[in-house]
């Protein structure tokens, strides 16, 4: 679903660069692996995802992840750079997997801080998966990024209604109706085979 999204939202002719590069940035926990498995998914997509993955999860699910993209000859890099030109110039868009739902109120800061920091100041567009980084589940952004593009999981957090980018999506066809009753949640009507729908034109 998030490489449907971003083939939507920045589909590879409208490009700004002949190299339809991409730098996916994992955290350590579930958004990371999430990234990981959308870098993977980028490649067959035909993008060029590059992968920073500075704190890897001892999980065996997230290694063989990491295996994968690997195999699939997708780089890593082994620092971020601090001077965000560089990234402007290189990439296309960056998908933010740093922090997700799950992540608790310290996990912005230590080495996360130092990768938010950088993302506030690129000029590219960010993709942010499920919750973008640094932003409250709930309360919305409290001086975290702000991304251009929202790919909601499931279904959007609260939050989402603090987003101001220009596109929304959200991935949740394949939650199972009880979970859908549980949480008395009224999803969007997918159309023909979508696995993503836009909640938000572009604009």
Not at 78 to 97: C, F, G, K, R
Request: with cysteine.
């Amino acid at each position: 679903p998030i490489p449907v999204s971003s083939g939507q939202a920045f589909p590879l002719p409208s490009l700004p660069r002949k190299q339809p590069t991409v730098l996916v940035v994992c955290g350590p926990a579930q958004n990371g692996a999430i990234g990981l498995v959308c870098a993977r998914h980028l490649r067959i997509f035909d993008y060029e995802p590059t992968i920073f993955y500075p704190k890897r999860s001892p999980d065996p699910l997230y290694r063989d992840f990491t295996t994968q993209c690997e195999k699939m000859d997708i780089p890593f890099l082994s620092y971020l750079p601090t001077e965000v030109q560089l990234i402007n110039d290189a990439y296309n868009a960056v998908v933010d997997a740093v922090l997700g739902a799950e992540a608790e109120a310290g996990e912005g800061r230590g080495p996360c801080a130092a990768i938010l920091a950088t993302l506030k100041h690129i000029r590219i567009p960010i993709v942010s998966l499920d919750v973008p980084s640094g932003w409250d589940v709930e309360a919305g952004s409290s001086g975290g990024i702000s991304p251009d593009v929202l790919v909601s999981l499931a279904a959007p957090k609260q939050c989402a209604r603090r987003f101001l980018g220009r596109q929304h999506f959200v991935a949740g066809r394949f939650l199972p109706y009880d979970v859908q009753k549980k949480f008395e949640l009224n999803p969007p009507e997918y159309p023909g085979t979508e696995c993503v729908v836009a909640l938000r034109a572009p604009r």
